[in-house]
């Protein structure tokens, strides 16, 4: 199995910053792309943030310039950095990691966090 664990969320002025962290373990052969997505109340969840395993990133257009993404290989973690945080940024964030569980295995497969809350208060 594969297990991932987010940490980080709280509670934050607007303004303020926060380091979200997801550490993936278990059964893994290989991890290809990590992303991080945002679901506030009555929302659809969306992609916030995306590092292929090349290191290239995409960000949506409301977190451009506030928020970078990272991953650190050999901890098989993705990191989300925000700052200059707003209101509008109130919302439980997951993280995604596509992987590879078997050096035989076909493909990757996707797997989600727990979901961590990030509030900004205003």
């Known amino acids: 199995q594969v297990q991932l664990v987010e940490s980080g969320g709280g509670l934050v002025q607007a303004g303020g910053s926060l380091r979200l962290s997801c550490a993936a373990s278990?059964?893994?052969?290989?991890?290809?792309?990590m992303a991080w997505y945002r679901q506030a109340p009555g929302k659809q969840r969306e992609l916030v943030a995306i590092?292929?395993?090349?290191?290239?990133?995409n960000y949506a257009d409301s977190v451009k310039g506030r928020f970078t993404i990272s991953r650190d290989n050999a901890k098989n973690t993705v990191y989300l950095q925000m700052n200059s945080l707003k209101p509008e940024d109130t919302a439980v964030y997951y993280c995604?990691?596509?992987?590879?569980?078997?050096?035989?295995?076909?493909?990757?497969?996707?797997?989600w966090g727990q979901g961590t809350q990030v509030t900004v208060s205003s």
């Open positions: 590092i292929t395993s090349g290191g290239s990133t």
């Open positions: 278990g059964s893994i052969f290989s991890i290809n792309r």
């Open positions: 995604n990691v596509e992987v590879r569980r078997y050096s035989g295995s076909l493909g990757f497969l996707p797997y």
